[in-house]
């Protein structure tokens, strides 16, 4: 699929982006010599742009998470969090970067579930701090002001997306994550674009940003079928 849109000549610009969980309940990358590294090395690979952190990304430690982000060839954005006292300090909360013409800004957020941190094990969390996902949203509205395309990258489930889209209205699109929500076309909340494609790789999220001089004129979504895909013998 990426493949042929980046070989597509209508197409100006290719952004492939995560919205967490690389791992945990998949044998082949959970119990590799290198835990993790089956599916950091196949995104390098396929040249993944961006992501952001899910709370299973944390299930082997803050330690091993960081070696992990060190190999990855992608940028790791979350901004409701404060990793300062932890292996993760390098940790950046938003991007912004030229897509063509087209200037794009976008920010990271992970959901703050249980004892004031995402699921998962206490001890996997110690020394990082997390914030109110929606009130550190409404902190980055000012990023619309460097923008024409402004991108929310969550892993904190649709119900807190919906309370993005309706805190921060300058938002042009959510890729979303963590509940394993199915959305064939998109959600639209006002203005925002809310986007997740369940999980297990079932499908991928293939979303269409129409532009005129590097201004946004339309967004919209779809869903590829991963099954009706033939494999790439390559990977």
Do not use: C
């Amino acid at each position: 699929v990426v493949a042929d849109y980046r070989a597509d000549k209508s197409v100006d610009h290719v952004l492939l982006i995560d919205a967490g969980d690389r791992w945990t309940g998949n044998p082949y990358v959970d119990m590799a010599e290198e835990p993790g590294m089956p599916i950091i090395e196949l995104m390098n690979e396929l040249g993944y742009d961006y992501a952001t952190l899910g709370n299973h990304e944390f299930d082997m430690g803050m330690e091993l998470l960081a070696d992990r982000i060190d190999r990855s060839k992608f940028k790791n954005i979350i901004a409701n969090a404060d990793f300062t006292a932890t292996p993760l300090s390098k940790m950046a909360p938003y991007v912004i970067f030229k897509a063509g013409k087209t200037r794009v800004a976008m920010f990271g957020l992970i959901a703050n579930a249980v004892n004031g941190h995402p699921a998962g094990k206490d001890e996997n969390f110690v020394g990082a701090k997390f914030f109110d996902p929606v009130e550190t949203a409404v902190k980055y509205r000012h990023l619309r002001d460097s923008s024409d395309l402004f991108i929310a990258l969550t892993h904190t489930g649709i119900d807190i997306d919906t309370l993005v889209a309706a805190a921060v209205p300058e938002l042009d699109l959510i890729i979303g994550g963590h509940t394993h929500t199915v959305i064939p076309n998109g959600r639209r909340d006002g203005r925002v674009l809310t986007t997740q494609t369940g999980s297990r790789l079932r499908y991928v999220g293939v979303t269409t940003v129409t532009t005129k001089k590097g201004k946004v004129q339309g967004i919209e979504n779809h869903l590829v079928d991963l099954d009706s895909i033939d494999p790439s013998p390559k990977y």
